[in-house]
Each structure stands twice: as structure tokens, then as C-alpha cells.
């Protein structure tokens, strides 16, 4: 079977021929379900339902699904882009903080993708804290709230190494920084954090109307693909800890902002030079390898000084 080719950005995914897109709930349709449970979007939750169709195929095919996969998806909300999902996927896992909409979704599946209730697995939790689903997920596709984005994603790709691709729509600032390459003025914590797990790319933009409530801001989508992370002794919590040093004061030369993690600017010069990288550098300018390798000079110990000749103080 030829797997479906993602369209531009800003176009509609196209149906085979003489096949037509299952129906996807539109405004009134968001709006009702919305007024059935009594509950209004929360700025707290970050909650922006999508209301477009269109663009719930264009996630959906931008995402790259396969018909074989489980998809894990963070924060459904009344299920737009779980119905989407659950025409390309094999199954869906999604995870829901809020009981109110988590207790409409089961019904709300049967209403609109009756044939796939069965393939429909929803969790009742915060996704910061979800290490076990009831099924393995392949991919994540997620609208995810602004507020908790990044560290959502970094937390899911840690505890579930099946996560192998995805596509997250974020705020667009958010996705700028999470694609990110070395040099960019939008490189920093979350670009390299996510680069231990995956590469990331900028997928495209999503407008504000297409969401009720509609936000202030545009949306970013952002593609991931799994890889392995640097080849490194130094564990992935001490490589980290390199990263939250040299970016808490990124103006500074990595010699200077690594002295406290370090413990003298010194040791700290002398982590980087044996690492390879340039004192006088700042953090914006290296990748994830050389962050690995400064980690691992720390844990390396100093060569022992040769013992004085006989006769010599």
C-alpha cells in the first residue's frame, strides 16, 4: 500500500479518488459538545480547541502516520484531532488531565468513529507524570499548551524510547526554539535538550482561527525523528546539567558560566579544552556532542604528577 504524501504546508491533504474524508467536528460542533459538558476553555490548562477540519488533516498528514501505528496524543480536549488520528493510525492513546473532558471522549468516539472504539485507549492523567500506557505508542502527534510544551515533549521522549517520530503543534516561538540549530539566536535549552533524543524541524505555521478560543499568537508545528543520543560515558542527567549551566548565563563565555558547575573557572577551562571546545565560546555555538563531551571531561580524572627525581623538591 502507498503510504499517503504529506501535503505543503497550508494545503489540504487530498482523499484517494472516489473515496471521500470522513467527517470531522467543525465550531458548532466543538461548541456544542462544549456546552453539553458546561465547560469553557481554561487559560490555565492552555486549553485552544482546533475547530477546522482542513487543518486537522493537514496534522494529521504532515505527522506521517502509518496505518500500523499507536499514536500517543497529550491533551484531546473534546477529540477533534483524535478522530483525525484515528482514520490514519491503528489506535490511539490519549492522555487527558481534565476529568470533564476526559469523561466526554469515549462517547464522543462512538458518536463520530464508532468503528474504531475499540482501537481508542484514554488515560486520566498529567502527562508530566504518565511513565506506562496500556499500549506502546510509535509516534506522538499532540496540540500541545504553550505553558508546558517543552517539557512535556522532553518528558515523553525519555520514558517512552517507542516514541519514534511525531509532530507537536506548539506556540511558534516555542517550535522556533525546539528546532533550533547551534548559531541561531532561538538555540538554547530546549534545542539541545531535544536534540539528545531526536532531530527536530519546523513542519510550518498554523493561524489563530482555527482555534476557539482563538490566541494572541501563531502556532508552530515541529517534526521530530528519533535518534540515538551521542555516544558519551557521561549519563544523561550530567550532560544536562551542562546545558542549565552554560545557557543560565548565555552571555557569558562558557569558561565563565561553567565555573560554578565546575567549581572554579579553571576546572572549568579545563573541561572544555579536554572536551575540544573553545573557552572563550559560548554556549549557542555548540551542539549536543560537544555538550556530551564537556559532561564526560568533568568525570575523567586528572593525570597524576610525575614524581619529583631523587634529590629534587
Not at 84 to 110: C, H, M, N, Y
Not at 253 to 273: F, P, Q, Y
Request: hydrophobic share 45%; net charge neutral.
Amino acid at each position: 500500500m502507498t503510504e499517503p504524501t504529506p501535503s505543503a504546508p497550508g494545503s489540504t491533504p487530498v482523499p484517494a479518488p472516489g473515496t471521500a474524508p470522513a467527517p470531522l467536528m467543525g465550531a458548532s460542533d466543538i461548541r456544542r459538545l462544549a456546552e453539553e459538558i458546561g465547560i469553557r476553555p481554561t487559560k490555565s490548562l492552555g486549553q485552544n480547541f482546533v475547530i477546522d477540519g482542513n487543518t486537522i488533516r493537514r496534522i494529521v498528514a504532515a505527522a506521517g502516520i502509518h496505518a500500523d501505528e499507536t499514536v500517543l496524543e497529550v491533551g484531546p480536549g473534546l477529540g477533534s484531532l483524535t478522530l483525525g488520528l484515528l482514520d490514519a493510525a491503528r489506535s490511539v492513546v490519549a492522555v487527558e488531565i481534565d476529568p470533564v473532558l476526559a469523561g466526554k471522549l469515549p462517547a464522543t468516539v462512538a458518536e463520530w468513529r464508532p468503528d474504531a472504539v475499540g482501537d481508542f485507549h484514554l488515560v486520566l492523567a498529567d502527562a508530566m507524570r504518565v511513565t506506562d500506557l496500556p499500549v506502546e505508542p510509535t509516534a506522538l502527534v499532540a496540540n500541545l499548551p504553550y505553558n508546558v510544551a517543552v517539557p512535556v515533549v522532553l518528558h515523553l521522549l525519555q520514558h517512552f524510547p517507542s516514541l519514534r517520530h511525531g509532530l507537536v503543534m506548539v506556540q511558534d516561538e516555542v517550535a522556533d526554539r525546539l528546532a533550533a540549530g547551534p548559531g541561531s539566536k532561538t538555540y538554547g535549552v530546549p534545542s539541545v535538550k531535544a536534540a539528545w533524543y531526536s532531530s527536530m524541524r519546523k513542519a510550518g505555521v498554523i493561524g489563530m482561527n482555527v482555534f476557539w478560543p482563538a490566541p494572541k499568537i501563531h502556532s508552530g508545528l515541529v517534526a521530530f525523528t528519533r535518534r540515538e543520543p551521542p555516544v558519551t560515558t557521561a549519563t544523561r542527567e550530567q550532560v544536562f546539567a551542562v546545558i542549565d549551566a552554560a545557557f543560565a548565563q548565555r552571555r557569558k563565555t562558557l569558561r565563565a558560566a561553567l565555573a560554578g558547575w565546575a567549581g572554579s573557572a579553571a576546572e572549568a577551562e579545563r573541561c572544555l579544552r579536554a572536551a575540544g571546545v573553545d573557552p572563550t565560546a559560548r554556549g549557542e555555538v555548540i551542539d549536543i556532542s560537544a555538550f556530551s563531551r564537556i559532561a564526560e571531561a568533568r568525570e575523567r580524572p586528572l593525570p597524576s604528577p610525575a614524581a619529583a627525581p631523587d634529590g629534587q623538591a
